[in-house]
């Protein structure tokens, strides 16, 4: 079992539903499909958005769909000609009714969740309440949590709610969603387990990078554990000391089970 089915299922017995889903999505289409088609789509949603404005240096695909909480299936029945997705957020939501379920999943999620980008520094904002943005705005993948608003997709829960922007089309098309049928056949679950990136804390490692002290094993131990119990966002944390990442290796699986059953232990 990986990452994301292992978290859905030890969040199952504390009533959590694992909900993933194309949280938005624009496409371009050519002529090909009739009006009547298209503005069906439209209806789906109330925030659903439809214009004339051919892709640049695709010229032939004249109308853009801007489309929320989308159905695969119904986008593809719709859809009769060629076509072009350039924007996607792919989103999983951890449903709950419970207050304390829901403060278990934000503090576990904010003290092991990283992004570390390949090419570019590590990056925190907090705006608007809980929500946090591990990416500036000039990322073409952009990651997003927030706990303080109702799920989208499921009933009207409270939720955690993780979220995967994909802003150009080059990132669309790197991680595989070019046609109407590979949304269809979309591995939400195999998609998350490449994304989460979650990390366990070296207490010897972290002891030895935050006390900058030549002391004794045991002493960097203790003072990695202090070091670690003041830590709410690991990412935060880089953040403001990112040469010690190498004090947090990503998680086991046997790893996760634990933190993840010691943030749950409040509820």
């Given at each position: 079992?990986?990452?994301?089915?292992?978290?859905?299922?030890?969040?199952?017995?504390?009533?959590?539903?694992?909900?993933?889903?194309?949280?938005?999505?624009?496409?371009?289409?050519?002529?090909?499909?009739?009006?009547?088609?298209?503005?069906?789509?439209?209806?789906?949603?109330?925030?659903?958005?439809?214009?004339?404005?051919?892709?640049?240096?695709?010229?032939?695909?004249?109308?853009?769909?801007?489309?929320?909480?989308?159905?695969?299936?119904?986008?593809?029945?719709?859809?009769?000609?060629?076509?072009?997705?350039?924007?996607?957020?792919?989103?999983?939501?951890?449903?709950?009714?419970?207050?304390?379920?829901?403060k278990a999943i934000s503090n576990f999620f904010n003290r092991h969740l990283v992004r570390i980008p390949t090419?570019?520094?590590?990056?925190?904002?907090?705006?608007?309440?809980?929500?946090?943005?591990?990416?500036?705005?000039?990322?073409?993948?952009?990651?997003?949590?927030?706990?303080?608003?109702?799920?989208?997709?499921?009933?009207?829960?409270?939720?955690?709610?993780?979220?995967?922007?994909?802003?150009?089309?080059?990132?669309?098309?790197?991680?595989?969603?070019?046609?109407?049928?590979?949304?269809?056949?979309?591995?939400?679950?195999?998609?998350?387990?490449?994304?989460?990136?979650?990390?366990?804390?070296?207490?010897?490692?972290?002891?030895?990078?935050?006390?900058?002290?030549?002391?004794?094993?045991?002493?960097?131990?203790?003072?990695?554990?202090?070091?670690?119990?003041?830590?709410?966002?690991?990412?935060?944390?880089?953040?403001?000391?990112?040469?010690?990442?190498?004090?947090?290796?990503?998680?086991?699986?046997?790893?996760?089970?634990?933190?993840?059953?010691?943030?749950?232990?409040?509820?």
């Amino acid at each position: 079992m990986k990452t994301t089915a292992l978290i859905a299922q030890q969040l199952a017995p504390y009533g959590v539903k694992a909900l993933p889903y194309f949280d938005r999505l624009k496409i371009y289409v050519d002529g090909k499909t009739p009006l009547a088609d298209l503005k069906l789509l439209l209806h789906l949603n109330d925030d659903n958005y439809f214009e004339n404005s051919p892709l640049s240096q695709n010229e032939h695909l004249v109308y853009m769909l801007d489309l929320y909480r989308p159905e695969p299936v119904e986008i593809k029945s719709a859809i009769k000609g060629d076509c072009a997705i350039t924007y996607i957020e792919i989103a999983f939501d951890l449903t709950t009714d419970c207050k304390a379920t829901l403060k278990a999943i934000s503090n576990f999620f904010n003290r092991h969740l990283v992004r570390i980008p390949t090419n570019r520094p590590i990056h925190h904002v907090n705006v608007e309440g809980s929500t946090n943005y591990f990416s500036d705005g000039s990322d073409p993948e952009c990651f997003v949590t927030y706990d303080d608003l109702p799920s989208r997709k499921g009933p009207p829960d409270r939720c955690f709610h993780l979220e995967n922007r994909f802003t150009k089309m080059a990132a669309v098309k790197k991680h595989g969603l070019i046609t109407l049928d590979d949304l269809v056949k979309f591995d939400f679950y195999r998609h998350w387990d490449g994304v989460l990136d979650l990390r366990q804390p070296n207490f010897t490692e972290l002891g030895k990078l935050a006390s900058g002290k030549k002391i004794t094993r045991q002493a960097w131990i203790d003072f990695g554990k202090k070091e670690w119990g003041a830590i709410q966002s690991i990412q935060k944390y880089l953040l403001a000391h990112p040469e010690r990442v190498t004090a947090f290796p990503k998680m086991t699986m046997d790893a996760l089970q634990k933190y993840l059953a010691d943030a749950l232990s409040i509820c």
